[in-house]
């Protein structure tokens, strides 16, 4: 069973930073797109970074040149670095793999960022 776990939220306030890290454990033969998203409450969850298989990467707009996405150094691990958090960051975020041809999604880590 394949299983994925964020960790790595908390409580911070504006302009600090933040490392998200999910991990993938269980039967895993490769990991394709990996992909952030968070839902703030009352809103729909919403992209945040994705990083294809290739290497490449794209962020939404709102989150350009703050936060970046990366495969971690440990096997089945990915990071999403967030600087310069802003209060609109806070949200539930939400780790999201292609495992092997089925997409897997994590519980999801609060992020609250205080003014």
């Known amino acids: 069973q394949v299983q994925l776990v964020e960790s790595g939220g908390g409580l911070v306030q504006a302009g600090e930073s933040l490392r998200l890290t999910c991990a993938a454990s269980?039967?895993?033969?490769?990991?394709?797109?990996v992909a952030w998203y968070r839902q703030a409450p009352g809103k729909k969850r919403e992209l945040v970074a994705v990083?294809?298989?290739?290497?490449?990467?794209n962020s939404a707009d709102s989150v350009k040149g703050r936060f970046a996405i990366s495969r971690g150094i440990a096997k089945n691990t990915m990071h999403l670095q967030m600087n310069s958090l802003k209060p609109e960051d806070t949200a539930v975020y939400y780790c999201?793999?292609?495992?092997?041809?089925?997409?897997?999604w994590g519980q999801g880590t609060q992020v609250t960022v205080s003014s």
């Open positions: 269980g039967t895993i033969f490769s990991i394709n797109n």
């Open positions: 999201n793999a292609d495992i092997d041809g089925s997409y897997y």
């Open positions: 990083l294809i298989s290739g290497g490449s990467t």
